[in-house]
């Protein structure tokens, strides 16, 4: 990508494992000052590079014990109005990923629940609420163990 070098590419890597780091800590990481760290920085996240900050939580302290990865086939993955009709899924605080992809099912979302009950309701409103005629068929799974996440290794 034009306008980005080596270093910036540390930088980027680095915040990904640890957002919190100090601009001295990365400074001394990429032999540049803090200063010149927060240049870049600011640098990638004007193109684009660095689109936002985040936090790995636990959602287990929310009452959300149930994480799982439904995906979903669409009746025309080309549907002009699928963007807008994701709109409030995006919005919901626990949906955490949503996917256009390719394959036999072309979207797919990873959201965490209380428990299986409102997994099912979730999935009962996604079909006849949010999706409407939209979807075919969908397939869950639930995410049995959490290695990495978010670029962060858990285990």
Do not use: C, H, W
Not at 69 to 75: A, K, P, S
């Amino acid at each position: 990508m034009a306008g980005i070098d080596e270093i910036d590419e540390i930088i980027v890597r680095e915040l990904r494992k640890n957002s919190r780091i100090t601009l001295t800590e990365l400074g001394k990481k990429v032999g540049l000052t803090a200063s010149a760290v927060k240049n870049r920085i600011e640098k990638l996240e004007k193109l684009g590079v660095i689109k936002g900050y985040s936090a790995v939580v636990d959602t287990s302290f929310f009452g959300e014990f149930l994480t799982a990865i439904i995906e979903v086939e669409l009746v025309d993955p080309e549907a002009p109005d699928l963007a807008k009709v994701l709109q409030p899924i995006l919005r919901m605080r626990n949906i955490s990923d949503v996917y256009k992809k390719s394959g036999e099912f072309q979207l797919a979302i990873r959201g965490t629940f209380r428990d299986v009950d409102s997994l099912n309701s979730f999935l009962k409103d996604l079909r006849k609420v949010y999706l409407k005629n939209l979807a075919r068929r969908m397939r869950v799974s639930i995410v049995l163990e959490n290695f990495k996440e978010a670029g962060v290794i858990l285990k």
